[in-house]
Nanobody
Framework: QVQLVESGGGLVQPGGSLRLSCAAS????????MGWYRQTPGKERELVAA?????????HYADSVKGRFTISRDNAKNTVYLQLNSLKPEDTAVYYC???????????WGQGTQVTVSS
């Protein structure tokens, strides 16, 4: 198993930026992908962005964040980052980092970090 520790959330003005980080503990079993879901109370959890933790980097973004958010990785640190730019009020949510481990065939989750975009 792995443990994920998230940081970087906060309160920002519309148009502002944040950088979220998610650090994964070392594991004998490799991580295939890491990314972020976000959830607002009463709404469906949404996949925001994902990145492969392999030699070839592949990324995915929700249509709602394309061009504004960027996901990146630092494999040496077992950490992924989500740069959130041009933030909008509708980006307000709890952002949950996840890691998918093929060995367990499931996602592991971070504790979540609150992002609030408000003037």
């Amino acid at each position: 198993q792995v443990q994920l520790v998230e940081s970087g959330g906060g309160l920002v003005q519309p148009g502002g930026s944040l950088r979220l980080s998610c650090a994964a503990s070392r594991s004998p079993f490799s991580i295939e992908t890491m990314g972020w879901y976000r959830q607002t109370p009463g709404k469906e959890r949404e996949l925001v962005a994902a990145i492969t933790i392999v030699r070839d980097t592949n990324t995915h973004y929700a249509d709602s964040v394309k061009g504004r958010f960027t996901i990146s990785r630092d494999n040496a640190k077992n950490t992924v980052y989500l740069q959130l730019n041009s933030l909008k009020p509708e980006d307000t949510a709890v952002y949950y980092c996840y890691a998918f481990l093929p060995y367990y065939a499931r996602n592991f989750w971070g504790q979540g970090t609150q992002v609030t975009v408000s003037s």
